[in-house]
């Protein structure tokens, strides 16, 4: 992670920010003039967010000559900062639990567009770490998320003790894949005739549908008990027939 990432994650800096502590951090002392000259940094933007700097306490203000000269804080204060932030946090987690308690019987919907947010999903599936169950989309999954993922995923999921039954259109494409069962704790069952369009996993209270031949690809993510257990029963009722 460079410094300027470190600034504006950990500390909650906009990269003009992290720019600006930066340039004045090297100059020592700085006109507004000469921290935009250094941070490339327009100085009419610089006005706008000075004073959060200031208030913050990222920056400290004096007179030179009746003119206004800027300088950093030491860096060490920015780990005071940070764990500041921390404790304010801390002390709001009781509200936060609160408000989330009320809300646990409400479905949770959420978006993920492209490869990366579906991946955010699978990596969810590996940390909530419950069996897994559903339909894939063998052909049109491997294909957008790659070979070396799709390796990946499957080992790691058998290394965390989380199994995986699924039901999947009948293909050679298919049948290879599910031939290497054995190696990652996978059962497979296959559809003949059939064209599964959408991936869709249930893990837990959560439900994945997500559609790999969509351009770009998608996911959606339910969180729900009762609609979880509904499609796991009817997915059930598939594989006992199968």
């Not at 250094?38 to 009419?44: E, I, L």
């Not at 764990?83 to 409400?106: D, F, G, Q």
């Not at 259109?169 to 959408?198: G, Y």
């Not at 559609?211 to 998608?218: D, K």
């Amino acid at each position: 992670m460079t410094v300027m990432q470190s600034l504006t994650q950990s500390l909650g800096l906009s990269p003009q920010e992290a720019r600006v502590y930066v340039a004045a951090l090297e100059l020592g002392e700085a006109t507004m003039q000469e921290l935009a000259r250094k941070s490339k940094v327009k100085r009419t933007t610089i006005y706008h967010f000075i004073d959060e700097l200031l208030s913050r306490q990222f920056l400290l203000e004096t007179r030179r000559k009746k003119r206004k000269v800027y300088s950093a804080v030491a860096p060490e204060h920015l780990l005071e900062i940070a764990k500041t932030r921390m404790w304010e946090l801390e002390r709001s987690l009781p509200v936060l639990r609160a408000i989330h308690n009320r809300s646990t019987r409400k479905p949770r919907v959420t978006f993920h567009e492209g490869i990366e947010g579906i991946k955010e999903i699978y990596n969810d599936m590996l940390t909530t770490g419950q069996p897994i169950v559903g339909w894939s989309d063998y052909k049109h999954m491997w294909s957008a998320l790659g070979l070396e993922y799709c390796r990946y995923f499957p080992l790691e999921r058998a290394k965390r003790g989380i199994p995986f039954q699924s039901i999947v259109s009948d293909s050679p494409e298919s049948r290879k894949i599910a031939a290497k069962d054995h190696e990652v704790l996978r059962q497979t069952k296959f559809l003949r005739s059939v064209d599964l369009r959408t991936e869709i996993n249930i893990y837990g209270p959560k439900i994945l549908l997500a559609s790999f031949r969509s351009r770009p690809a998608f996911a959606v993510l339910i969180e729900d008990p009762d609609i979880a257990e509904t499609m796991r029963i009817t997915w059930k009722e598939l594989w006992e027939k199968i």
